[in-house]
């Protein structure tokens, strides 16, 4: 299980996040808004394989964060100014998206 960060911060119109290793990472608000794991974002399939969702807007220019809120010991939900706030964001997620941004995936 990845720990949760030490500090989680908005500067401006990014996030920041400081993890135990000391690792920090820095997420524009577009970027995690256009990763949203929500079924909303990326669709869910039914038990015949159907798809549902996941075909709305894959850009979001100008959207910010407003606010997020603890997913227990094991990630967050971000509520951001375009009204979504379905998605929940593992700890493990969020560093899997740092190593992304990084170039290191």
Excluded at 59 to 65: L, T
Aim: hydrophobic share 35%; charged share 25%; aromatic share 14%.
């Amino acid at each position: 299980m990845t720990p949760p960060p030490l500090d989680m911060q908005l500067i401006g119109r990014e996030l920041a996040l400081r993890w135990p290793d000391g690792a920090e990472d820095f997420f524009p608000a577009e970027f995690l808004r256009a990763r949203s794991p929500s079924a909303e974002n990326i669709g869910e399939r039914d038990i015949f394989g159907q798809q549902y969702g996941g075909d709305g807007p894959k850009k979001f220019p100008g959207v910010e964060i407003l606010g997020w809120q603890p997913m227990g010991n094991y990630g967050v939900a971000f509520t951001f100014s375009d009204g979504h706030k379905t998605g929940i964001y593992t700890w493990q997620y969020l560093r899997a998206l740092g190593e992304e941004i990084r170039g290191e995936s």
